[in-house]
């Protein structure tokens, strides 16, 4: 199963040196619960790493405008989906589900329940 992880930031060195310093400066307003979760101002949490690392299922990780080149689709970020074996896109975690979570913990759990 194909598990696909959409940030809501764009790519590149100038866009992720602005995330940092957005995170620094003005965290309560920084715009990608999924990077706060997975993610400090500069490395992956150790938690998501181990959990990432352990995973069976195929995770893959794009920015909002990588996501829209790939697949030709814009949804509302930062977003989770599963690639069917049709190629279909399924959400399994929302915009609104992320703005819910509160830690890593939270997260996995609900891919957890989710992937079952």
């Not at 500069?42 to 069976?56: A, I, N, Q």
Request: hydrophobic share 35%; net charge neutral; aromatic share 10%.
């Amino acid at each position: 199963m194909r598990i696909i992880f959409v940030y809501n930031a764009n790519s590149g060195l100038i866009n992720g040196a602005l995330d940092i310093a957005h995170k620094i400066l003005s965290p309560e307003t920084y715009p990608c619960n999924l990077c706060n979760i997975t993610h400090g101002v500069l490395r992956e949490r150790e938690k998501w790493k181990k959990f990432r690392e352990l995973s069976t299922d195929e995770l893959e990780f794009l920015h909002k405008d990588e996501f829209e080149k790939k697949y030709k689709e814009v949804k509302e970020y930062p977003t989770v989906l599963i690639r069917s074996k049709t190629n279909d896109l399924h959400e399994i975690i929302s915009k609104y589900d992320f703005n819910q979570l509160k830690n890593v913990e939270e997260l996995i759990k609900k891919l957890q329940e989710k992937i079952v």
